[in-house]
């Protein structure tokens, strides 16, 4: 889809929506903020397969090493054999049942971690292939609807069931991504970082919303790639938290937080995480709840004039 001149944005995936002039949105139990928690489990494959992409910058390790690079693979495997059971113990301990986002080649090479984030309660949704393997408007339309299939088929045999959500690695999309999710069975979508409530996307097949993720706050976004230390970030959250829970007060905000086991996951971090969510959940008006019951409720009970 080549880029357009509109009032508003360059493409129609979706309606131009300030919020300003949006209807009145309530949570369950007149909550002013719904906090939904993406935990991600993406495996970094060891070579690059042909024809991929794999960012550059991907974070992980000091620097990008020549082969074989294993502070970067280990480090990143350190949230498969280690951070995942911390975050989801912290987790637990504060009533908050995640969403993971799973690729393909995690579904299919650690079966125990299916089961372990399964018997916990999790809801697991789509993540591509693994993050040596992200989508790009250089793939051809047939090879991206292949991609995204062969990814939910991989997922619904190690779990039983088909995913309803999807987080693209690295956060990769092309131009055609969100109409090819939503012909695939796909009903939300955790790509776009462009609001702070649940919108509707335009499809001609299924029926697809954004729930979108604070990108600032994401993790790897923040203490990877902007280098903002754990300190900063354990007040960043509670700060970002405190203006949605006063916004939330006039019309109900979503806090989408996505989080790295392998980074969050680590033994002087985790600290900073427990001591946020405590705070977020020691407040009256909190819904915590995975995507799928998000989205459920913003379909049936939509903004309101």
């Not at 131009?175 to 979508?189: K, N, S, V, W």
Request: with cysteine.
């Amino acid at each position: 889809m080549p880029g357009q001149r509109q009032p508003g944005m360059d493409h129609d995936h979706y309606d131009w929506s300030p919020l300003s002039t949006r209807g009145v949105l309530r949570w369950p139990d007149d909550s002013r903020v719904a906090l939904c928690i993406v935990v991600t489990l993406d495996k970094m494959e060891w070579v690059v397969p042909e024809g991929s992409y794999q960012p550059g910058n991907l974070a992980g390790g000091s620097a990008a090493r020549p082969f074989p690079d294993y502070t970067r693979m280990s480090h990143r495997e350190y949230g498969h054999r280690v951070g995942i059971f911390r975050v989801l113990d912290v987790l637990e301990k504060h009533g908050i049942t995640p969403t993971i986002a799973m690729d393909a080649l995690t579904a299919e090479h650690y079966p125990y971690l299916v089961k372990h984030c399964l018997d916990r309660g999790c809801e697991i949704i789509g993540h591509g292939i693994s993050v040596s393997r992200m989508i790009t408007s250089n793939m051809s339309e047939g090879d991206e609807r292949e991609y995204i299939n062969d990814s939910i088929t991989t997922l619904t045999r190690a779990t039983g069931v088909a995913p309803r959500g999807w987080m693209g690695p690295e956060y990769g999309e092309s131009h055609r991504t969100p109409q090819l999710l939503a012909a695939a069975g796909i009903e939300y979508l955790c790509d776009w970082a462009n609001d702070e409530q649940p919108y509707p996307m335009k499809s001609s097949k299924g029926n697809l919303t954004a729930l979108p993720v604070l990108w600032e706050l994401d993790d790897v976004s923040a203490m990877a790639n902007r280098k903002v230390t754990i300190h900063r970030y354990g007040d960043l959250l509670k700060e970002s938290f405190d203006r949605l829970y006063q916004d939330g007060g006039v019309n109900g905000r979503l806090m989408g937080l996505s989080l790295h086991p392998w980074l969050t996951g680590q033994p002087f971090r985790i600290g900073y995480l427990d001591d946020a969510l405590g705070y977020m959940t020691g407040h009256s008006q909190v819904w915590a709840a995975n995507g799928k019951a998000i989205i459920d409720w913003y379909r049936t009970n939509p903004p309101t004039s």
